[in-house]
């Protein structure tokens, strides 16, 4: 079974059920379940090649949503090209995956480098030498795409981890690990029918692993006008909405919005949150506000939902709120010390996955696959422990990775644009834990013998290539990086450093 034979097998069910609303506009299972098969069979005909990639890069719209289903239904990989990331990022994952087919709205089309892609398909008006998708769902309209026979190993998607200044890092997520996330999601949440999931997060990233889940069920996927807090707070109140996925910092902005210590949703069930972790000062504060409905889930690209889920009966026992819940229905999860034994309860090692849920592999990256997947366990570069109870709780991570705002920031990334600059000798990238974003993104730089340089001429630098989610909040100055004895730098001391000048910068 093929993740998008759950949305067909609900389509035929019910196709008169409301599968999708933007504004005044609704569409049925039929109706969605129609487009997304001329869609499918165009791509099809545009690419005969199963397999092939087809990137897409758009805002969060009805277009974005069929044009992925599409994708899935044609037997094409899915590459997400985060629009809000640098032109440069895109261009170097677009280049690494050759993607045959990209689909874009007419906004993005003059940033990105698409000379080497054969087809270029709008969300919109056409530009010259690119072809409109409502062209192509009124050319191949009562059309459905051809049976493929890949097999449930083969990649479904293929999504970047990182990589703004080198060679991007491509996870390739199986049919079987999409399926995987499907049962998952609807086993834990005990989605149905009467679902309406308020599309919020960018679906480019974790809201993409709740449209079929939703789909599945015969629920319904509501998308607003934009993601602004107040059009967010308003399509709560109004649409009837059960069910979201956000990041913290996104939560925390709806609240702030409201300026008000509570409201009241009452068809709200599942208020999910994931990409970061969520402090409990910041659980007591959502949970007065939304309700008892905050639920939470821990994953990753190379296991995507759900290793793990707390949900809104776990939030209730405070205890558990600093746990990150028990392993998901389809999930095999364990703590490893570093010798490779599992450990046993209470014990702190990493964390380890294993089964349909984890990835293929990276995308032409052998000798990295193979460090990350020995034996069958993939190794998450998380470390934490079980307890009797099977709540799962994250201590540190072994990797070095900065999650602010649900994304994820490689501290490498970050240092080779830092280092670039005429004045800076070495920098060294961290995250400091924030109110608003989880963690913000922080430097630490030494700048050369008789050089100079100021906060903001820094980051002004550093922002048109890496975005305002990679670049730092705030840089700190040092004559001299402190070190280790083998003259590494020593972010363990320049952290502990940086919270001890902020502790006394914020008033008591």
């Keep these: ?10 389509a035929r ?75 440069s990022e895109l261009d170097r994952i ?19 480098d698409l000379s080497q892609v054969d087809t270029v398909v709008t969300l919109g008006q056409p530009e010259a030498g690119t072809t409109a998708l409502q062209d192509l769902l009124e050319r191949f309209d009562g059309k459905a795409p051809q049976p493929h026979s890949r097999s449930r190993d083969e990649v479904q998607a293929l999504k970047f981890t990182g990589g703004s200044t080198g060679t991007p890092k491509g996870v390739m997520q199986p049919y079987r690990a999409w399926v995987a996330t499907i049962v998952n999601q609807i086993h834990a949440f005990g989605f149905d029918a009467d679902d309406r999931y308020l599309v919020g997060a960018p679906v480019t990233h974790g809201t993409s692993t709740y449209l079929l889940p939703i789909l599945a069920v015969g629920g319904c996927l509501v998308l ?25 910092t996104l939560l925390y902005m709806l609240v702030a919005e409201a300026g008000t210590p509570s409201e009241h949703f009452p068809a709200l069930k599942h208020l999910i949150y994931g990409g970061a972790p969520m402090p409990p000062e910041k659980i007591r504060r959502m949970r ?13 690209t190379e296991a ?38 599992l450990l046993a309860v209470d014990e702190v090692g990493e964390i380890v996955v294993r089964g349909d849920l984890i990835m293929a592999g990276y995308w032409k990256m052998p000798e990295k696959t193979a460090e990350t997947i020995v034996d069958g366990w993939l190794h998450t570069g998380d470390r934490g422990y079980v ?64 050089a100079s340089v100021t906060e903001a001429e820094l980051i002004a630098f550093a922002k048109p290539q890496l975005g305002s989610v990679k670049t730092p909040k705030q840089i700190h100055f040092y004559e001299d990086l402190p070190r280790s004895v083998a003259g590494k730098v020593h972010k363990v001391t320049i952290k502990a450093e940086v919270h001890r000048k902020l502790d006394k910068e914020t008033p008591a």
């Design 1 to 10: 079974m093929y993740p998008i034979d759950f949305f067909y097998r609900a």
């Design 304 to 341: 995507p939902q759900v290793v793990s889920v707390m949900r809104a009966d776990d939030f209730a026992d405070e205890s558990n709120w600093r746990s990150v819940g028990r392993q998901g229905l389809l999930t095999d999860m364990a703590i490893m010390g570093p010798d490779g034994q």
């Design 288 to 300: 007065d506000f939304f309700g008892p409905v905050l639920e939470t889930t821990y994953g990753q």
């Design 94 to 112: 677009v280049a690494f995956t050759t993607p045959s087919i990209v689909i874009a709205e007419p906004a993005h089309l003059g940033t990105l």
């Design 387 to 450: 307890d009797a109870r099977g709540y799962l709780y994250l201590r540190d991570r072994l990797r070095e990775v900065v999650i602010t705002g649900g994304f994820n920031v490689y501290p490498i990334d970050v240092e080779s644009v830092l280092d670039q600059h005429p004045a800076v000798h070495e920098s060294a990238v961290f995250g400091v834990e924030d109110d608003k974003w989880g963690e913000a993104v922080h430097a630490a730089v030494q700048c050369k013998r008789g």
């Design 224 to 248: 607003p006008d934009d993601t602004k807090p107040a059009t967010l707070l308003h399509t709560f109140r109004t649409q009837g909405i059960t069910t979201t996925f956000m990041p913290p």
């Design 13 to 87: 069910l019910a196709p008169e059920r409301a599968a999708l609303v933007s504004g005044d506009r609704t569409l049925s299972y039929a109706q969605l379940r129609q487009q997304v098969d001329a869609v499918a069979g165009a791509l099809q005909s545009l690419d005969a090649t199963p397999g092939s990639r087809v990137g897409i890069c758009a805002g969060n719209s009805v277009e974005h949503v069929v044009a992925l289903l599409a994708v899935l239904a044609s037997g094409k990989v899915w590459v997400p090209l985060n629009w809000r990331n640098p032109a």
